[in-house]
């Protein structure tokens, strides 16, 4: 059995730097309950925030190789971000800077945690962290922003109140806050209230704006476009005679997927299309699309 206590004195007293390997045999399980070890010894979130740091800006201990360097700093960075969740509680506020520093690493597996992190704020704190979160979508760091988008969507909170927000960057041009916009973080919001996503791609739809319609189009691209097959073949209609190729093509590829779902309700609309000067040149991508597959 794992003594975590023995660990956990290792990277308190200890060099956190020094402790890292003892990291690389352990399961997530192990790795998340130290952390809440951690955590625990902490005592509170401030606190929690100066060992997140200490770990995070370990100085590094002997000569060692830059793999080797390069796998202690992410094993730290997951560590810090399993003890960020593990602190969150009615003070959060304390972690603000603990998450801006973890939103921003080039792990995978710590953005992924840093999602997680979001999401466990939203889903107890809402109301009382919507003024942060607006922040967060809008920094400059696009990961920061990335790691709100998806942490929002696949949280508790009230899909209208995430979508409402989601307002502030649906017409954003970074490519990190539209690959988790339009492909992820709407569809996981319709996955738990289709009728408001909706309603909500209609509006959107209704702006005449370049990214939200190719937002909207890859979010319909996905499960979600089978939630309502003839609203989002209403959608995908708009969406099929916009001029900018991102958006038509956007939309081709989004018929593509829910012609295979709903062949008897697609196809016979493609095929009037293709006569259609506004609506032919999409209609021709997607069953060419089709007939490929």
């Known amino acids: 059995m794992t003594d975590f206590s023995a660990m956990a004195k290792e990277f308190i007293d200890g060099s956190p730097w020094d402790a890292a390997p003892g990291l690389f045999a352990v399961s997530q399980g192990d790795v998340e309950a130290l952390a809440s070890e951690l955590a625990g010894r902490a005592g509170d979130a401030y606190e929690a925030a100066s060992l997140i740091d200490r770990l995070l800006d370990a100085p590094v201990a002997g000569s060692g190789d830059y793999a080797e360097s390069l796998r202690r700093r992410e094993a730290l960075a997951v560590l810090a971000t399993h003890v960020a969740i593990a602190s969150v509680d009615e003070d959060w506020e304390d972690l603000i800077g603990a998450f801006r520093r973890l939103a921003c690493q080039v792990s995978y597996r710590v953005s992924e945690l840093a999602v997680e992190f979001v999401s466990r704020i939203a889903s107890r704190f809402f109301k009382e962290s919507r003024s942060f979160w607006l922040d967060c979508l809008l920094e400059e760091d696009s990961a920061i922003a990335a790691a709100t988008i998806r942490g929002l969507s696949v949280s508790d909170a009230p899909v209208f109140d995430v979508l409402d927000l989601l307002n502030n960057v649906i017409a954003d041009i970074r490519k990190d806050v539209r690959q988790n916009l339009g492909p992820r973080a709407i569809?996981?919001?319709?996955?738990?209230?289709?009728?408001?996503?909706?309603?909500?791609?209609?509006?959107?739809?209704?702006?005449?704006?370049?990214?939200?319609?190719?937002?909207?189009?890859?979010?319909?691209?996905?499960?979600?476009?089978?939630?309502?097959?003839?609203?989002?073949?209403?959608?995908?209609?708009?969406l099929a005679a916009d001029e900018r190729p991102s958006v038509h093509r956007a939309a081709a590829d989004a018929l593509v997927i829910l012609a295979q779902r709903r062949p008897a309700l697609v196809l016979p609309v493609l095929g009037r299309w293709r006569n259609d000067p506004a609506r032919g040149g999409t209609a021709n991508l997607a069953l060419t699309a089709l007939a490929r597959r």
Do not use: C, F, H, M
């Open 187 to 238: 569809p996981a919001l319709g996955r738990r209230d289709p009728q408001t996503v909706y309603l909500k791609l209609s509006e959107w739809t209704g702006s005449q704006r370049e990214i939200p319609r190719w937002n909207v189009a890859r979010a319909l691209g996905t499960p979600l476009g089978a939630a309502y097959p003839d609203t989002a073949l209403e959608i995908l209609e708009t």
